[in-house]
């Protein structure tokens, strides 16, 4: 084979070739609800929180895996996984939800439903600071770091928005629920499987093969061209880790499985990064004794975040906390395409859950007996 003749700059070349190329801009994929990530170029799509996907650099890239740690009673961390699945619904994205103690068909069924108002003459004061007031005496009582915040937009967006918000106080309609393509996996309904040599308990080795048949079958890798447009695989994982899916990492400080979950983990991710879809996974974190195995767990995830209920703890009569219903933590970011993952401006966080909508708020330091609203969705 001849090498290939190189040019020298401003130089001319028989047959009309030339060493100069013209420089094409690649295509991004245009998928139904993503966007992609203003820092990274990442495709993203909204977790169905907007106050969340703030929180974490502006949503959920494509091909990662969120960890949320449950609440004590699985009330709120539950919340959040119906959240992520209406949205998918919303977007026509397809869904995968796994679940070891409810049905998924019960859970889909308690989707909450999605707000359509048109509301898109109201003016979005998104990103803009707001600036104090140094002769107005209520503007000292917040910390001076918080004056200056920028605020969100807190009123119902419409659905021609990254994100759509929910009203809680009504499930989804059977005919928008129906239209969404949705395979579900159902641990006591499955059939122990064969695991051979594989280091993982039955249930999550089940588990791991019908994530990676649905991806191979249905085109999320590439292997098999999608039919129609390009669409997102939305994989919710419930409360993995407990007794439910044959583990034993919640019942002893030296459980026999103590690899099981870190495994399965390890392995869910190589799927993610090579396949559009996302996956969100519930884990009882207050139940797991060892803490160096949740150390792992939370390593092996892209983005962790932890949920702290007030319910039934001393914080639930504190004055200071009477208008939230708990903590939220920010335990890992992403490092995409990156050396350094994005910091969000505080860590102060607390949710609440109202009528129509979950929000997440910034809590000022404890010595401040106020609050001020920084993210609401």
Not at 184 to 197: I, M, N, R, V
Request: with cysteine; hydrophobic share 35%; proline share 6%.
């Amino acid at each position: 084979m001849a090498a290939p003749v190189r040019c020298m700059a401003g130089s001319s070349s028989t047959g009309n070739t030339t060493s100069f190329q013209k420089k094409t801009r690649s295509k991004l994929v245009s998928i139904p609800g993503t966007r992609p990530s203003v820092q990274n170029g990442q495709l993203l799509l909204s977790s169905g929180v907007s106050s969340l996907d703030y929180v974490i650099g502006g949503g959920l890239a494509v091909g990662t895996l969120l960890l949320v740690e449950e609440d004590r009673y699985d009330s709120y961390s539950r919340m959040l996984l119906k959240y992520f699945l209406a949205e998918g619904v919303v977007c026509g994205h397809e869904l995968f939800l796994a679940s070891a103690r409810d049905h998924p068909d019960e859970i889909m069924q308690e989707l909450p439903s999605p707000i359509m108002d048109d509301i898109s003459s109201l003016k979005i004061s998104e990103g803009q600071p707001q600036q104090s007031d140094p002769e107005n005496p209520d503007t000292m009582k917040i910390a001076w770091r918080y004056q200056n915040q920028p605020r969100v937009q807190t009123a119902l967006a419409s659905s021609l928005r990254f994100g759509h918000y929910y009203d809680v106080s009504k499930t989804m309609e059977p005919e928008l629920r129906q239209a969404a393509k949705c395979h579900s996996f159902y641990q006591l309904q499955e059939t122990p499987a064969t695991t051979g040599s594989s280091p993982l308990p039955s249930p999550y080795h089940a588990l791991l093969k019908s994530i990676q048949t649905v991806i191979r079958k249905e085109g999320f890798d590439g292997s098999t061209p999608q039919s129609k447009v390009r669409n997102v695989l939305r994989l919710g994982l419930h409360s993995l880790g407990s007794v439910l899916w044959g583990d034993d990492v919640c019942l002893k400080d030296n459980p026999t499985h103590c690899h099981a979950l870190t495994t399965f983990l390890y392995a869910l991710r190589a799927l993610l990064r090579t396949s559009l879809s996302v996956a969100m996974v519930t884990v009882p974190s207050h139940l797991i004794q060892n803490r160096a195995v949740m150390g792992r767990i939370i390593k092996l995830s892209d983005t962790a975040i932890a949920l702290e209920s007030f319910r039934g703890s001393e914080k639930e009569t504190n004055p200071l906390y009477k208008d939230y219903h708990g903590l939220l933590h920010v335990r890992q970011l992403p490092h995409l395409n990156c050396l350094s993952c994005e910091v969000p401006d505080t860590k102060d966080l607390a949710f609440k859950l109202k009528r129509k909508q979950f929000t997440i708020e910034l809590q000022t330091p404890e010595d401040q007996p106020h609050w001020t609203s920084f993210i609401r969705g």
